[in-house]
């Protein structure tokens, strides 16, 4: 059986609904009251620095990024079966993983 094909939009609108699902339902986890919305654009200090909370298994090299900018229709395939699948996943990290990120990401910067 072939996979059914779906417009490049509609896949990328599933995937950020993933990301976008358990990303709060991680944060409900760790009893974050307030809703946050995924931030592509600063990820690093909005998301993993804020909230101790990474996305594993991303498929494109570089940082996490809008998933409008990481390719086609293939590439964006991909990921949705990542994320169905679970290789790519919501975690949440130790202290000393996300102390040792933050150091990391201060000295990027320096």
């Known amino acids: 059986m072939t996979k059914q ?4 939009n509609k ?3 599933k995937c ?4 976008q699902e358990e990303l709060d339902y991680l944060l409900k986890k760790k009893k974050v009251s307030t809703n946050i919305k ?4 600063n990820y690093e200090h ?12 991303w498929l494109f090299s570089g ?6 900018k990481i390719g086609g229709q293939a590439e964006v395939e991909k990921l949705l079966d990542a994320l169905n699948s679970e290789a790519c996943k919501w975690v949440r990290l130790m202290d000393e993983e996300l102390r040792a990120r933050v ?8």
């Open 38 to 41: 995924m931030n592509y654009t």
């Open 103 to 110: 150091i990391h990401n201060k000295e990027c910067q320096a």
């Open 5 to 8: 094909q779906h417009p490049l």
């Open 16 to 19: 950020h609904a993933l990301i």
């Open 11 to 13: 896949l990328i609108s």
């Open 46 to 57: 909005q998301i993993i620095e804020c909230y101790g909370v990474m996305l594993t298994g």
């Open 63 to 68: 940082a996490v990024q809008n998933l409008s």
